[in-house]
C-alpha cells in the first residue's frame, strides 16, 4: 500500500514531486496526503474528557430517576387526595339526606362542584347504586351510566383504580355511602378522580425544574472538571500518560545514577526526595522523606546551612567522615516552597589538598636551604680562597653535623617513614619561619607499630595540621614580621614547637605544643568548630580558607576512634594532645 496516495503499486519505487504546491505521486498522479502521527491525548485532556462524561452520566441517570420517582410520586399523590375528597362526601350526613329526597341532582350538583374547586380535584360523582349519575362536571352526563367498576364498593369498600371516563384517563377512588338509619345499607356511590391529564401536567412543571436543575449542575460540574484539569494541565505541562510514565523513570534512573548528593525541601524544611549519594554522604539511614532535617542527625552548622533561606555556593561543611561542598537555591516562591540542595564529597580532594600544601612547604623549605647551602658554599670557598683551608673544613662540618643531627634523630625516633618525612619537612618549614621544631627524647614510633586500619593520610592531616596551627602561634608572621597576636612586649623567647610521638598503653600519642601566646579560655570550646580562626581573613576573599584545620583534626581523630585533648603547654601556649587507639584488623594490640 502506497502510504502517499492510498493505491496499492506493486513492484513501482515511488517518486514524489511538487507541482504548484501540492506532492503528487509520478505513478498515478493522485495527490498524496501528508502522514500525520496524531499525538495521544494529554493526561488532563484524557482526565477531563473521562469527567466530563461521568458527569454528564450521573446527572443524567440522577434526572431519569428523579423523573421516574416524581411520576409515581404524582399518582400517589393522585390517589391520596382523592380518597380524602371521596370519604369525605361518602361520610357527610348532607349527602345521605339528599339521597333520601326526591331529587339527589338539585341537592348534590352544587356541593359536589363546590368541593371540586375546592379539593383541586377534576370530577366528583355521586351515583346510585346501579350506577346512574346525579352528579358530574359535565350536566349532559348526568343520568348516564357511570364509566367505572362499581363492584367492590358496594360490597362496602373503598378502592383505588385507573379508568377511561367521560374526561378521559384518570386516577379515582370509589366509597360507598351508608345510611345509619336502614343498618348501613349501601344507598349510594361516590367517585372523584384526577385526570392523567393534569397529573401529567403536574409532572411536566416538575421535570422543567428537574431539567433546569440538572442542566445548572452540569454546567458546574463541568466548570468544576475544567477549572481542574486546566490546573492538571500546568502542572503536567500538557503532558499524557506515557510521557509522565517516561518521565518518572527517566527521573528515578537519573536520582540513583548521579553520584552527587541531591536533596530536596519543602516549605517546612522535611525532606521531600534525597538520592543515594545524598544518604551516603550525609550517612543518613532508614526512612528520610518527610523528616525535618533536625532530625537526620546531621552536624549543627550542616543542619543550619540546609535549612537557610538564602543560596549557598561551594560552601565547606564537615559531617563526621566527610568534607562536603554545600550548594543550595530556593525554589520559586522564596522559603515556603522549600530549596534544592547539592552535595558534593570533597574529602580526597582536601585531604590531596592538604598534601599539596605539605608538599609546597617542603619545596619552600628546599628553596630556602638551597639558597643557604649556595651562601654557605661561597663561604667555605672564599675561606679556602683566602687560604683558611681549616676554618672552611671546620664551617661546613658544622653545618653538615647540625642537619644529621636533625635528620639522625627523626629518622631514629619515628620509624614511618611518612611521618618521618613531614616532620623533617615542617622542621624545615619552621626553620624558614625563624622557628624551631623540636622532638622529645620519648618520642617513639617503631616500624610497623601502625595498624592497617590507620591511614597514614590520616596522620599527615592530623599532626600537619596542628604543627602548622602551633607555627601560626609561635613564629613571627613571616610577610610582615610582626609578633603573633597577644605576644608580650619586649624580648621574648625564640618561637618553639615540641611534638610527642609515641606509643603509650595501647594508643598513639601524638602532642604538639608551642610557645606562643595560647588559646584564650573564652574559646576553647570553639576551636574545633568550622570557621573559627584566629588569624585575619584571606586578602580579597574574607571568611575563605580559615577555620577548618582543626576541624579536619576533629574528624579525622573521630573517624579513627580517637580523643583529641586541648590544654597549657608549659610554656605557655597551646598544647594539643591526640590519642588513637592503635587496633589491628583482628581486634588485638600491637
Not at 163 to 184: E, F, K, Q
Given at each position: ?27 498515478c ?36 430517576f ?75 352526563a ?59 401536567e ?40 506515557a ?14 545514577a ?9 516549605g ?24 525535618p532535617?533536625?532530625?537526620?542527625g ?175 602561634a ?95 603547654a608549659?610554656d ?7 590519642r ?11
Amino acid at each position: 500500500m502506497h502510504l502517499g496516495c492510498g493505491v496499492r503499486h506493486p513492484y513501482v519505487h515511488f517518486v514524489h514531486i511538487k507541482v504548484t504546491g501540492q506532492t503528487v505521486c509520478m505513478h498515478c498522479a493522485f495527490p498524496r496526503t501528508p502522514l500525520r502521527l496524531r499525538r495521544p491525548r494529554s493526561l488532563a485532556g484524557q482526565l477531563f474528557a473521562m469527567q466530563v462524561l461521568l458527569v454528564t452520566v450521573v446527572v443524567a441517570g440522577c434526572a431519569v430517576f428523579a423523573y421516574a420517582s416524581a411520576g409515581r410520586q404524582a399518582k400517589e399523590t393522585a390517589r391520596r387526595q382523592t380518597t380524602a375528597v371521596t370519604t369525605a362526601v361518602a361520610d357527610s350526613p348532607a349527602v345521605v339526606a339528599a339521597v333520601r329526597g326526591a331529587d339527589p341532582t338539585a341537592a348534590l350538583q352544587p356541593y359536589t362542584e363546590r368541593l371540586r374547586r375546592d379539593a383541586g380535584v377534576d370530577f366528583v360523582v355521586v351515583m346510585a347504586p346501579d350506577g346512574t349519575r346525579w352528579t358530574h362536571p359535565e350536566p349532559d352526563a348526568i343520568g348516564r351510566t357511570y364509566l367505572g367498576h362499581t363492584g367492590r364498593a358496594l360490597h362496602g369498600e373503598t378502592f383505588a383504580e385507573t379508568h377511561l371516563g367521560v374526561l378521559g384517563p384518570s386516577v379515582r377512588v370509589i366509597a360507598p355511602v351508608r345510611d345509619p338509619a336502614h343498618g348501613d345499607r349501601v344507598v349510594a356511590l361516590v367517585s372523584s378522580g384526577i385526570t392523567i391529564a393534569t397529573i401529567s401536567e403536574q409532572l411536566r412543571n416538575q421535570v422543567l425544574a428537574l431539567l433546569g436543575v440538572a442542566a445548572a449542575a452540569l454546567a458546574l460540574g463541568g466548570l468544576g472538571t475544567y477549572v481542574i484539569n486546566a490546573r492538571l494541565r500546568r502542572h503536567t505541562h500538557g503532558m499524557n500518560a506515557a510521557e509522565l510514565s517516561r518521565m518518572h523513570e527517566y527521573h528515578q534512573a537519573a536520582l540513583h545514577a548521579v553520584r552527587e548528593g541531591l536533596l530536596m525541601l519543602d516549605g517546612g524544611r522535611r525532606v521531600s526526595l534525597i538520592n543515594d549519594g545524598a544518604r551516603e554522604l550525609l550517612g543518613v539511614t532508614g526512612v528520610a522523606v518527610g523528616r525535618p532535617v533536625a532530625e537526620l542527625g546531621l552536624p549543627a552548622p550542616l543542619a543550619t546551612a540546609l535549612t537557610a533561606p538564602g543560596p549557598l555556593r561551594d560552601a565547606l561543611h564537615l559531617t563526621d567522615e566527610r568534607v562536603l561542598v554545600v550548594n543550595s537555591a530556593p525554589v520559586s516562591g522564596g522559603e515556603h516552597r522549600g530549596s534544592v540542595i547539592t552535595l558534593r564529597d570533597h574529602t580526597e580532594l582536601q585531604a590531596l589538598s592538604g598534601e599539596l600544601d605539605s608538599v609546597r612547604g617542603f619545596a619552600e623549605a628546599l628553596r630556602s636551604q638551597a639558597h643557604e647551602a649556595a651562601n654557605r658554599l661561597h663561604t667555605v670557598v672564599s675561606l679556602i680562597e683566602l687560604g683558611r683551608a681549616d676554618e672552611a673544613v671546620e664551617f661546613a662540618t658544622a653545618e653538615l653535623e647540625l642537619a644529621q643531627a636533625l635528620t639522625d634523630q627523626v629518622v631514629g625516633a619515628v620509624a614511618e617513614p611518612v611521618l618521618a618525612a613531614l616532620l623533617l619537612g615542617k622542621a624545615a618549614q619552621a626553620n624558614e619561619h625563624g622557628a624551631e621544631l623540636v622532638l622529645t627524647a620519648d618520642s617513639r614510633i617503631d616500624d610497623g607499630l601502625l595498624p592497617p586500619d590507620l591511614p597514614a593520610r590520616d596522620l599527615v592531616t592530623v599532626l600537619g595540621n596542628l604543627i602548622d596551627n602551633a607555627l601560626d602561634a609561635a613564629a613571627p608572621d613571616a610577610t610582615s614580621g610582626a609578633a603573633p597576636p597577644g605576644a608580650p612586649d619586649g624580648p621574648a623567647d625564640p618561637p618553639k614547637v615540641t611534638v610527642t610521638a609515641r606509643s603509650d598503653g595501647g594508643e598513639l600519642l601524638l602532642r604538639v605544643a608551642d610557645n606562643g601566646p595560647g588559646v584564650p579560655e573564652e574559646s576553647a570550646a570553639e576551636i574545633f568548630r568550622r570557621g573559627w580562626s584566629s588569624k585575619p581573613p584571606t586578602a580579597g576573599a574574607p571568611g575563605r580558607g580559615r577555620g577548618l584545620g582543626l576541624a579536619l583534626v576533629q574528624q579525622a581523630v573521630r573517624r579513627n576512634g580517637g580523643t583529641v585533648a586541648l590544654d597549657r603547654a608549659p610554656d605557655g601556649g597551646a598544647r594539643f594532645t591526640v590519642r588513637l587507639p592503635l587496633r589491628t584488623t583482628d581486634g588485638d594490640t600491637p
